[in-house]
T-cell receptor
């Protein structure tokens, strides 16, 4: 069974601060996805990374896939209250339906 | 543009009762799946389907049945509800297979409480 350890579980910061969320595994994944989930809604895909060492940027969000494709990070620059939510990483295997999710990081950004 | 539609949104069941969570998508996606989300555990895969007539078990399939008679619908059946099945259930669909980077679309969730 593939496991994804996500840290930290909770993050409470002030507006304007930077933060990084980590997603680590002992297993190799074919792809790694990051989702954001608002209360009462389903997860919404932010990004997919598929190549070891890949870096993708989405406005103030920077996503990185580890060289060995076992870990990933999400970095948010100058966090805003609108960034508040649950962030989930999910690793994909070689076949559909085998997404493995991390436990999630609850981010709260205070004005 | 409905996307992935789940019903009901909320349900309370008594232990031992059966029920079906409905999921429909209007994007002609081949791949559909059901996840459950519990506090501190992320989402866990229950069952998935790669096309009409084809289903397979995920990580936590016990106590649940699925069928896929059409491309659009993928219902999840709880045979005899147990308190351990209290959770939020999400249906998801995708056009293609990972790791091609195809977007997976999730429904809004079904909150189930078993008492």
């Amino acid at each position: 069974t593939q496991l994804l350890e996500q840290s930290p579980q909770f993050l409470s910061i002030q507006e304007g601060e930077n933060l990084t969320v980590y997603c680590n595994s002992s297993s190799v994944f074919s792809s790694l996805q990051w989702y954001r989930q608002e209360p009462g809604e389903g997860p919404v895909l932010l990004v997919t990374v598929v190549t070891g060492g890949e870096v993708k940027k989405l406005k103030r969000l920077t996503f990185q896939f580890g060289d060995a494709r076992k870990d990933s990070s999400l970095h948010i620059t100058a966090a805003q209250p609108g960034d508040t939510g649950l962030y989930l990483c999910a690793g994909g295997g070689t076949s559909y339906g085998k997404l493995t999710f991390g436990q999630g990081t609850i981010l709260t950004v205070h004005p | 543009n409905a996307g992935v539609t789940q019903t009901p949104k909320f349900q309370v069941l008594k232990t031992g009762q059966s029920m079906t969570l409905q999921c429909a998508q209007d994007m002609n996606h081949e791949y559909m799946s059901w996840y459950r989300q519990d506090p501190g555990m992320g989402l866990r895969l229950i069952h998935y389907s790669v096309g009409a007539g084809i289903t397979d078990q995920g990580e936590v399939p016990n106590g649940y049945n699925v069928s896929r008679s059409t491309t659009e619908d993928f219902p999840l059946r709880l045979l005899s509800a147990a308190p351990s099945q209290t959770s939020v259930y999400f249906c998801a669909s995708s056009f293609g297979q990972l790791p091609s980077g195809n977007t997976i679309y999730f429904g809004e969730g079904s909150w189930l409480t078993v008492v």
